[in-house]
């Protein structure tokens, strides 16, 4: 059972000690993760740092190993608050660190950690870290122990748990520990909820576009290909300009969002399971009421994909830029990165698609080498995408590239209708410990990092723990 009370005292403690290194003008580095979560939970700790006069700063890894930890530890700073990272290597953190560190993370570890003197985890307060609570949610907690004013940092928590997908309530709805920040955000007047289309673009973009640009859910036949959107409205009779100005999703009425589901639904159907991927399309939006509507950053869910893009694109200080208020500058950066982002995407995807032996389905698994045209830091995005497909809904969709000359990176994600409990957080990291790489993660995604020569081992390791 959730324990808030006692998630709000060990907040309290973290304040108290992160407090007190203020005061003694410590130096404190705040290190995250490269996705939406990560520079999420980075900016809402380092932004109630500033505000408590600390001497701060931040940083986004892609992945947390040994070699990443003793770098950081040649930096000599005097505190190192982890999050999005670190919770699987409490051992090599504590060799390196001593006790001056601290996780605040939401990745499943061993039971036995939770109650860790340097870990402040959602699972260890009986909340669900791959539904309820993500690192933003966590940070937020910390920041609110700080201060009660720092409530205005709630929308930022939001985006954190939205970029890792954490909308799994009824109609996409936001649940458990996030709820009660999203409540926050209500209150102070920050965030307004309503029901409609869950495409990105909603606000921005022509209907067309924001049906083809959105992957999630997946449309066979529309998602990724904006020509085929707009021929099939064009065809349908649907009214998609107005006064010569091209119209979008916000703009219809309900009669008009009727005619559309039932357009969407038809290509929908075409592969089977489309009331599925019917009730993907619309739930829970959330606005962020500060931000200008003509701008991606309006809707949450849009300014997680904005900033995930970032990380995804080697930029995570613009994506940090943007979580910290940078609406000039940083924003025109990131509005340029996430177009070249999609082109990636876009262009992953066209390989997977053409015939070779990328993808190889192994039982309950799809195994997906993207050696040689796959980045590293898009292994994640490309797995997600693959999982919400039709094709591997019911699949367990693990995907790998090359991370450096000895490297290799695999992310892992569950199909929605993946007909068997797992754990993939657990599967990952004791995978990974077999062959001497990290990895870890949450029930339905995870990742690892391993030695190259071991692929086979691993991957082995990794089918047979999913069959069991």
């Known amino acids: ?19 007190g290194l203020a005061k003694e003008k410590k130096r404190i580095l705040v290190v995250t993760h490269i996705d939406a979560d990560g520079l999420s939970s980075g900016s809402i700790a380092f932004q109630a740092l500033e505000r408590i006069g600390a001497i701060a700063s931040v940083r986004a890894l892609p992945d947390l190993d040994g070699r990443a930890i003793d770098a950081l530890k ?21 060799a390196a660190f001593g006790t001056n560190y601290l996780v605040v993370d939401h990745h499943q570890l061993s039971p036995d950690l939770y ?61 458990g520990l996030n709820r009660k920040v999203l409540e926050d955000a209500l209150e102070k007047g920050l965030v307004t909820v309503s029901k409609d289309f869950l495409f990105h673009g909603r606000e921005t973009r022509p209907i067309h576009e924001a049906i083809a640009m959105t992957y999630t859910p997946y449309i ?56 599925a991927v019917i009730s993907e399309m619309i739930g829970e939006v959330y606005s962020l009421r500060e931000e200008d509507s003509l701008t991606p950053l309006h809707d949450a869910r849009e300014f997680a994909t904005l900033i995930n893009a970032c990380g995804r694109m080697d930029a995570t200080d613009v994506g940090i830029a943007i979580a910290l208020g940078d609406r000039d500058g940083g924003l025109s950066e990131a509005l340029r ?16 698609q ?22 590293e830091r898009m292994t994640g995005s490309i797995s997600s995408l693959l999982a919400s497909s039709e094709k591997y809904k019911d699949k367990m969709v693990l995907v790998r590239a090359r991370s450096g000359e000895t490297e290799l990176k ?59």
């Not at 059972?1 to 407090?19: C, F, G, Q, Y």
């Not at 966590?138 to 939205?162: C, H, Q, R, T």
């Not at 070249?340 to 995407?345: D, F, Q, T």
Request: hydrophobic share 40%; charged share 20%; net charge negative.
């Open 410 to 468: 695999f992310s892992s994600r569950l199909g929605d209708s993946f007909p068997k409990e797992v754990n993939l957080g657990l599967i990952m990291q004791q995978a990974a410990e077999l062959v001497g790489g990290v990895g870890g993660g949450h029930s339905m995604a995870a990742g690892a990092k391993i030695p190259m020569a071991k692929r086979d081992e691993f991957t082995r390791a990794v089918l047979k723990k999913v069959a069991e």
């Open 115 to 175: 109650v860790h003197p340097n870990v402040m985890n959602a699972w260890g307060f009986g909340y669900d870290g791959g539904t309820d609570a993500s690192s933003a949610t966590m940070a937020y907690v910390v920041a609110l122990a700080f201060d009660e004013g720092n409530k205005n940092l709630s929308p930022i928590a939001i985006i954190g748990a939205l970029g890792d997908r954490q909308d799994n309530g009824p109609g996409r709805s936001l649940a």
């Open 220 to 275: 066979a036949g529309l998602s990724g290909a904006k020509d085929a959107c707009l021929a099939a409205l064009s065809n349908s009779g649907f009214v998609l300009k107005e006064h010569g100005r091209w119209r979008n999703l916000a703009e219809l009425s309900d009669p008009e969002k009727q005619k559309l589901l039932e357009i969407l639904s038809s290509f929908a159907s075409t592969d089977g399971g489309g009331s």
């Open 1 to 19: 059972m959730p324990d808030l009370e006692a998630l709000t005292a060990r907040a309290s403690e973290a304040s108290k000690l992160l407090s």
């Open 337 to 352: 990165l996430i177009g070249e982002y999609r082109v990636k995407i876009g262009k992953a995807l066209q390989m997977l």
């Open 354 to 375: 053409t015939p070779g032996e990328r993808v190889s389905t192994q039982g309950d698994v799809a195994v997906v080498v993207g050696d040689e045209f796959i980045e």
């Open 74 to 94: 040649n930096d000599k700073f005097d505190f190192y608050l982890f999050t999005d990272l670190g919770s699987g290597l409490i051992d090599q953190l504590t």
